[in-house]
């Protein structure tokens, strides 16, 4: 859970939670991660739907809208399961022509009246705790797809790693999912950076394009695991959670040199404003 929800959570602020966080660290009672604290005993837990639908919101919102303006009409795009891209999917909805491929009864419900989106459902088993069709029915329907680009969030983001989630049948569907796909761009609020999950969902290099909310000034740990994401090949794109429209400009982290493509049809568009991130770029190897 980030700190920033603590602090809303408990009505305090940021600070006092960070100073309490700590302390509870110091008696072994949780673990503090990047921009938030888990459980301890080394991987974070997963939440079920009821509990993540209130977790992030602003952050959520930012990143979908951010998201949204990089597909285009006409397109086939895939959307894994989660609350992130259930955000992603209303704003899809007033694209026309657009197809989407999804395993997330949240996504398909979110599009459910979208005249001009057609959507494709996977196979496969209801997990009702996220609400997403998992097993090998979903993974076999998925053999001889091909789109443009897969959304997927999931519970962690590590330089390291990569994607992950705590659900072995979940993360087996995310990687057809991704297999699918000519690129994968990750949505993942901030306080799932550096954070670490048992699954493997996604390897670093597999990813084409992370998207972000802006962490807290006093978030020390974020702004690293950006830039080893971004000296990974990750573009990288940090979008503000509260600012007039005029300030709402991302940060770019440019990847140094060329990706590997798996058939991709091109990178697409970039964010509307194509602005770059200062400070974030690739480091010199």
């Known amino acids: 859970m980030s700190l920033r929800e603590l602090a809303r959570v408990v009505q305090t602020s940021e600070v006092t939670v960070r100073r309490d966080v700590r302390a509870l660290e110091a008696e072994g009672l949780l673990d503090r991660r990047h921009g938030g604290a888990v459980l301890p005993g080394g991987f974070t837990r997963e939440s ?10 602003a952050e959520k919102t930012a990143i ?16 894994g399961a989660g609350t992130t891209t259930q955000e992603l999917a ?5 694209v026309p022509g657009l197809t989407v491929v999804t395993n997330s009864l949240l996504v398909a419900q979110a599009l459910a009246h979208a005249n001009r989106v057609e959507v494709v459902m996977t196979g496969g088993t209801l997990r009702g ?3 997403a069709l998992v097993g090998s029915g979903a993974e076999q329907s998925l053999q001889g797809l ?12 590590t330089a390291e790693r990569g994607l992950s989630t705590s659900n072995m049948l979940s993360a ?5 999912l991704v297999q699918s796909a000519g690129e994968v761009v990750v949505l993942a609020d901030h306080s799932k950076l550096g954070t670490d999950t048992m ?11 992370l998207v972000t909310d802006e962490p807290p000034a006093a978030d020390e740990r974020t702004l690293p695991e950006l830039q080893a994401l971004a000296d990974r090949g990750v573009q990288v794109s940090v979008v ?3 600012a007039s429209e005029a300030d709402q400009r991302r940060r770019d982290v440019p990847m140094p040199g060329q990706r590997r493509t798996r058939g991709a049809t091109g990178r697409g568009p970039a964010l509307p404003d194509g602005g770059r991130a200062a400070g974030l770029g690739p480091r010199g190897r």
């Open 172 to 176: 087996s569907v995310d990687r057809a």
């Open 129 to 131: 705790s996220d609400y």
């Open 48 to 57: 079920g739907f009821p509990q993540k639908s209130h977790l992030a919101t």
């Open 90 to 94: 209303r704003r899809l909805a007033r």
């Open 146 to 157: 091909r789109v443009s680009r897969a959304f997927l969030s999931g519970s962690g983001l």
């Open 240 to 242: 503000p959670t509260q």
């Open 199 to 209: 699954f493997q969902t996604v390897p670093t290099d597999m990813i084409t394009h």
């Open 64 to 79: 979908a809208d951010a998201a949204a303006a990089m597909v285009q009409e006409g397109e086939a795009v895939v959307l």
